[in-house]
């Protein structure tokens, strides 16, 4: 008995697979083409098989999988969203939820890093499709929204006010448009429009400021969902009162004191419409919490995911923003830093990846007007990506509460 050689074997295979493949284009150039490789095998033996010309592309060059006229392959967007030149030449163009990234992290008070965050989000976001079944949402994404990637906001690094100038007139510009989609219903909206909305990539937390402006102008003061383990609502002259600012010299707003800024200006719901989530970090005095009050805040603590569970925690979130316009901004440092060291202010203690995910599963039936994820600097990751990876996930979740709600009275 002769036995056959694994050469031959793997040959057979590939002969095979050849013929297979042949017998979906009949009468195709690359039948005949895969036909002959196949027989001058059988003729010659294994030995003798052209590797070359069995992979290699048929003689009329000929591919059944064309490159479209206006797709863009091997380009990173979030999710494979679809690229889109917003504010240039597809500026006409319509869609339902823009992604944009805001490479800003100028304002930042420990580790800096995360103007690199939205293109390491988009780069964890690979494995995932805005056409892929979210099972726990029972949701795909693109049968609801109109997802596109308009690519990073330009924003300047020398000059802070210029670069969240930039931000605020971005973000302005993408929400002013009316949405690809309209729904039955009265929108939301002031001017009773549908209008696009906006997931933006970080960014230091200092972004969330401009993008609080815009989103108000369009709905008015939004109750904010905060997840993080600082409560960023700092008055900035407790920032400068031992610092190396003039009396009277204006103290730059940063990543820990723009929401003192937003209730300011009075872009948060009022009688404390809004809620921190995952807070645990160290503070000064009691007297940061009698200002976070004043301000508007409620505050979840990390450790009452321990005491009441995540069904308790979506509840105390539910009663506090009520029926309003929500708006989601997420520090990826609310992620224990087990499951996501990189970022500019680690605390340990944090919320579970799995955690974030029942939370955000909970808030479905919330008007979701806009959301970000900020604090990715992916240079502080390990080398398996997993903050990135654990960030565009958390990002695609958002955009699944986004798909399952429209904005109607």
């Known amino acids: 008995m002769v036995v056959p050689s694994r050469l031959t074997t793997v040959a057979g295979t590939l002969a095979a697979a ?12 690359y039948q005949q083409h895969a036909s ?8 010659h033996g294994p030995h003798d098989l052209n590797f070359t010309a069995l992979f290699g592309a048929p003689p009329d060059k000929s591919h059944r999988d064309a490159w479209g006229p206006v797709s863009f392959p091997g380009l990173t967007t979030f999710a494979g969203a679809q690229p889109l030149r917003c504010f240039g030449a597809d500026a006409e163009t319509l869609y339902d939820v823009a992604v944009v990234g805001a490479p800003f992290d100028t304002a930042t008070s420990y580790r800096p890093g995360a103007r690199f965050g939205p293109n390491g989000i988009r780069q964890g976001s690979r494995r995932l499709g805005l056409g892929t079944l979210n099972v726990p949402e029972d949701i795909l994404i693109s049968d609801n929204l109109d997802v596109v990637d308009c690519g990073d906001v330009p924003m300047v690094f020398m000059d802070n006010k210029v670069a969240l100038r930039q931000l605020e007139l971005a973000n302005a ?10 729904y039955p219903g009265e929108s939301i909206a002031k001017d009773g429009k549908f209008h696009p909305r906006v997931l933006t990539l ?3 937390h200092t972004i969330t400021l401009p993008l609080l402006r815009g989103v108000a102008s369009i709905y008015g003061p939004v109750s904010v969902i905060h997840f993080d383990s600082h409560l960023d609502t700092r008055r900035p002259n407790a920032i400068g009162r031992n610092g190396p600012w003039l009396p009277g010299e204006e103290v730059p707003v940063t990543h820990g004191s723009y929401f003192y800024y937003a209730h300011k200006e009075g872009l948060l719901a009022p009688d404390h419409g809004n809620i921190h989530v995952g807070i645990r970090s160290p503070i000064d005095s009691w007297e940061v919490y009698e200002d976070d009050y004043e301000f508007g805040w409620v505050i979840s603590h990390a450790e009452d995911l321990e005491d009441m569970g995540w069904k308790g925690v979506v509840q105390r979130i539910r009663d506090v923003v009520g ?33 974030i995910k029942k939370i955000l599963k909970g808030l479905a039936g919330l008007k979701v007007v806009g959301a970000d994820v900020v604090e990715v600097a ?10 990135q990876i654990v960030a565009a996930n958390i990002g695609w979740e958002m955009l699944a509460l986004m798909a399952k709600t429209p904005l109607t009275k």
């Open 18 to 29: 050849t013929l297979s493949m042949a017998a979906q284009a009949p009468g195709s150039s």
């Open 36 to 43: 002959q490789v196949v027989a001058n095998s059988a003729q």
């Open 173 to 182: 510009a993408l929400l002013s448009r009316e949405s690809l989609r309209s």
């Open 202 to 204: 970080g960014g230091d």
């Open 323 to 355: 029926d309003n316009p929500v708006y989601i901004t997420l520090d990826i440092d609310v992620i224990d830093p087990g499951m996501a060291p990189a970022t500019g202010t680690p605390e340990i203690g944090g919320i579970t990846t799995r955690e």
């Open 378 to 387: 992916p240079g502080y990751d390990t080398q398996d990506e997993k903050t």
